[in-house]
């Protein structure tokens, strides 16, 4: 526990990855896992939702039938301990390839957070990129059946990254700058195994600056040279007493 501490402590700008294994602690299901949803329901293709009104339903169903448990979800202490961490003056970037929101809900400004892949908290336009609360359009679906249209026509999408559609380019620009600037790389809680998101602590690593990776079950990145400290093990009992130890010794 000690020498993540002393990493947390020396350092001034430091860039948080997180994964799903970070809100596993909230109820959050781990869509990768041996249970998780994508084992029993196949995704959706972007391009299937552009295309076909089944695909929209079917997507639009899986969310709605998912949607109970993101929206029960608090944030833990992991989610609190990062905030700790930013009002130390410590956090340069959060790069969270969650969609669950929790970042923000625990209080991580919205400079400092890129959701990489996007969040279950907005509606999405796909034609003129107009942004909502989701509520409303979920109950239009529940009770027609039919999929939510934006007032210019276009079709309205739960703002998360689909299977096939790109990562959003101004929050990949914004995580690669911080990645030539941070001073410090924690991944928790994440296999590392999605691409580009996962190159993103690499980038930081190949600078020669600190990488630790905390998780649960190995990592694609368990063989990469630069990792510095490896913690095997679950983040929510590990990260946070290392985040207290650091704040509030040695100031
Ligand atoms: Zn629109």
Redesign the pocket.
């Known amino acids: 526990m000690g020498e993540l501490a002393d990493y947390l402590r020396a350092a001034k700008r430091i860039l948080i990855f997180t994964g799903a294994g970070i809100s596993t602690g909230s109820g959050i299901p781990d869509f990768r896992g041996p249970n998780g949803v994508w084992k029993k329901r196949a995704p959706v293709y972007y391009s299937d939702f552009m295309n076909s009104e089944a695909a929209r339903i079917e997507h639009w169903d899986y969310k709605l039938e998912g949607g109970e448990a993101f929206r029960s979800a608090r944030p833990n202490d992991v989610h609190r301990a990062i905030v700790r961490l930013e009002e130390a003056g410590k956090i340069l970037l959060v790069a969270t390839q969650n969609i669950d929101g929790l970042h923000a809900l625990a209080g991580t400004s919205p400079a400092r957070l890129v959701e990489l892949h996007g969040t279950n908290s907005l509606v999405e336009?796909q034609?003129?990129?107009?942004r909502d609360e989701p509520a409303p359009h979920f109950e239009f679906f529940r009770l027609h059946r039919r999929t939510p249209r934006?007032?210019?026509?276009?079709f309205l999408k739960p703002a998360t990254i689909s299977f096939g559609q790109g990562l959003l380019p101004n929050d990949l620009a914004r995580a690669e700058t911080a990645a030539h600037e941070a001073d410090l790389v924690i991944a928790l809680g994440s296999t590392l195994s999605v691409y580009p998101a996962a190159a993103i602590p690499l980038l930081v690593a190949r600078r020669g600056v600190p990488y630790l990776i905390i998780n649960r079950g190995p990592t694609e990145h368990d063989t990469e040279p630069k990792v510095r400290l490896r913690i095997e093990g679950d983040v929510v009992e590990i990260f946070p007493p290392a985040v207290e130890e650091a704040l509030t010794e040695g100031k």
């Open positions: 336009c034609s003129c990129g107009w934006c007032e210019c026509g276009g």
